[in-house]
C-alpha cells in the first residue's frame, strides 16, 4: 500500500489529504463525492470509486469515509499504518499551506488542529504540530515578531515538512 501520493499532482495530493484523514481521526473535511467524481475523470477507476462518485450531498459523513477507505484500498492508496495517516494529515495540511491552497494563518491553525500526542501519532509529526501551534499563537495573539515575520516562517516550515516527507526523512528535521 502507498504511504505518499502517487504523483505531485492536485488530485493526489487531496486523495492523500482524504485518506489520512479518514485513517486518523475518522473525520472528512473535503467534499468526497466530488473528489471522487475528479478521480474518475482523470481516469482512475474502481467499483467503490464510482459508489462515491454517486453519493448525494446528504450522504452521512461515516458513510462517506467507509467509501473513501474501500476506495483508496482498491487503489492501493490507503494509509500503511495509523502512524503514516497522523503524519501524512501533518504533511497534508503543509502542502496546502506551500501550494496557497490556504491563507498561512488558516494553515497554521489546520496543522495545530491535527493536536499532538494522539494514539498512535509519530513523534516527527508532534514535533511539527508544536511549531505550527506556536506560529498560531503568535498570529492570533497579537504578541511575539511581526506578522510578516511569521507568515514567512509558516511558509518556509510548510515547503521544508512536504520535501522532508518526499525524501523520506523524518518531517521534522531531526
Known sequence: MSVGPQSDTELEWRLFGAGSEWRARQAVSQDLPALATDALIVGLDSPTLRV???????????????LLERTLAELERWPATLADAWRGLVVFRCWEIATGRVALSVGARYVESVTYAQPGQPDDADGVVLDFSGYDDELIGGWGRDTDIVEREIATEARAVVRRFLNGQPIDGS
Open 52 to 66: 462515491l462518485a454517486g453519493e448525494g450531498p446528504d450522504a452521512f459523513a461515516y458513510d462517506l469515509g467507509e
